[in-house]
């Protein structure tokens, strides 16, 4: 099999086990989970149930730990690599859409969106005004129309996968890597998913930060389109 | 030499002092230990010479030399500030690789535990 599904886990106790069976039973495909020094019980239900994971004794952030996924993915020898979140929100039965996408379509990077076409998805405000300035920030910069640049549910081939064992960036790593394939001529293109609501533990943004990850990522952004 | 003068020339000491010391108990090591001696060693050099840098901030259009001092030493200290920085993410990307490499070897231990138990079991 040439398909890897990184699913990068921290503090997923509650939905971990059930994101893996799911995609177990909905897919033929590898996976890999990454325990990012979790310090709830995620670890002893990836032993209990005998997945497939690393194990990463310090937390790295989301970063460090889909990073290792991706390294993995290239010692491995896998062509293609699929980033699942591991709280439930990303549906398995869209990885065939996103497979078939990157084969047929010979695009680097293929991204599950949630407004390319209409979905169910029903965000705040506040979150969707954040995406449309990621949008419009990534088509300034860039040049590129990129409706949901914060989804995380993506599939990259080898080459990418190459640049990404290079570098990735530590936090809130989605928006900065688009606008840094861009520059590099990588081909992204989107298609339509249907995201679930969060089914259990945190997320990794709250409304605190947001002012930070807005700032940071307009500047990483900014950095990577020009250099 | 003044009051003022023989004091500056006491503490650019003490500090060259303390640099020195750092660097024997190899708390300060390599690059880091030759910077701080170095800025030291600049810092006792302006303390001694405070009358011919005098003149050359005249000289230069400054009518207040410790004005030019600051502002020199305030760019070094941010210079230092800022290669201490880059330090620290060298030093964050190093020990982010060795966790990722952890993991994986664990991952291939565990990998052939399996394979033997599996055999054992067969």
């Keep these: 099999m040439d398909i890897l599904v990184i699913i990068p886990a921290y503090n997923e106790e509650a939905t971990i086990k059930k994101t893996v069976m799911n995609l177990i039973q909905t897919c033929p495909y590898d996976y890999i989970v990454i325990n990012d020094g979790s310090t709830d019980r995620t670890l002893d239900i990836l032993k209990e149930n005998r997945f497939h994971y690393l194990d990463l004794p310090v937390n790295l952030g989301i970063g460090g730990a889909m990073q290792t996924g991706y390294r993995y993915a290239l010692r491995k020898g896998y062509q293609y690599a699929i980033q699942l979140d591991a709280d439930g929100q990303h549906d398995p039965k869209d990885l065939e859409k996103l497979v078939a996408e990157i084969k047929q379509s010979g695009c680097d990077m293929v991204i599950g969106s949630r407004f390319v076409e209409k979905t169910n998805y029903k965000g705040s405000p506040f979150r969707r005004m954040g995406i449309l300035y990621f949008y419009y920030l990534l088509y300034f910069l860039s040049g590129v129309k990129i409706t949901d640049p914060t989804s995380g549910y993506r599939i990259v081939n080898r080459n990418v996968m190459r640049e990404f064992a290079n570098y990735y960036p530590v936090d809130y790593p989605e928006v900065e890597v688009i606008a840094k394939l861009a520059k590099k001529g990588y081909k992204i293109k989107e298609i339509k998913v249907e995201m679930n609501a969060r089914q259990g533990g945190r997320s990794s943004i709250t409304p605190l930060k947001s002012l930070y990850y807005m700032t940071k990522v307009t500047f990483t952004s900014l950095i990577r389109s020009i250099f | ?122």
């Design chain 2, 1 to 122: 030499m003044n009051k003022v003068q023989l004091i500056t020339i006491m503490f650019a000491s003490l500090f060259l002092i303390q640099v020195i010391y750092y660097s024997t108990r190899n708390k300060l090591r390599d690059k880091q230990a030759f910077l701080w001696f170095l800025l030291a060693v600049i810092g006792l050099f302006i303390a001694i010479f405070l009358e011919p840098l005098n003149k050359v901030a005249a000289v230069l259009g400054v009518s207040y030399m410790p004005t030019l001092i600051f502002t020199i030493a305030f760019l070094v200290v941010l210079n230092a500030l800022i290669y201490q920085s880059i330090t620290l993410s060298d030093h964050q990307e190093k020990i982010k690789t060795l966790v990722q490499e952890i993991a994986y070897i664990k991952h291939e231990l565990q990998n052939d535990q399996r394979k033997e138990e599996k055999d054992e079991s067969c």
